[in-house]
Nanobody, 126 residues
């Protein structure tokens, strides 16, 4: 349904910033029909929810650990969603995945998303 490609990961020191980008190739439905989310998975841990944004960008939900540091945005004209990450900490180190779901509800559950990107590695050194 939707092909997602993430980019922007890398190695950064504690307190640094990164901007992740997820670009979508949609077929049947408009990109604005999709709620977009970021998840992350650290080595040896379960994939966890980071943030979700509604189709029009007007509603967001963040996990507590990133509130005030991460900002999600989207540009529907470019079929792209962004994750601005500031004041990064070593515990933010993970592979970050973009996910899409056609919905009208902000969902934080991994199983509800059926479109995933390949992931981009973020490493924060102490």
């Amino acid at each position: 349904q939707v092909q997602l490609v993430e980019s922007g990961g890398g190695l950064v020191q504690t307190g640094g910033s990164l901007r992740l980008t997820c670009t979508a190739a949609v077929r049947t439905f408009s990109f604005s029909n999709y709620y977009m989310a970021w998840f992350r998975q650290a080595p040896g841990k379960e994939r966890e929810f980071v943030v979700v944004v509604s189709g029009d960008g007007g509603r967001t939900m963040y996990t507590d650990s990133v509130k005030g540091r991460f900002t999600v945005s989207r540009d529907n004209s470019k079929n792209t969603v962004y994750l601005e990450m500031n004041n990064l900490k070593p515990e933010d180190t993970a592979v970050y995945y973009c996910a899409a779901r056609r919905s009208s509800i902000l969902s934080i559950t991994t199983d509800l998303y059926d479109n995933w990107g390949q992931g981009t590695q973020v490493t924060v050194s102490s």
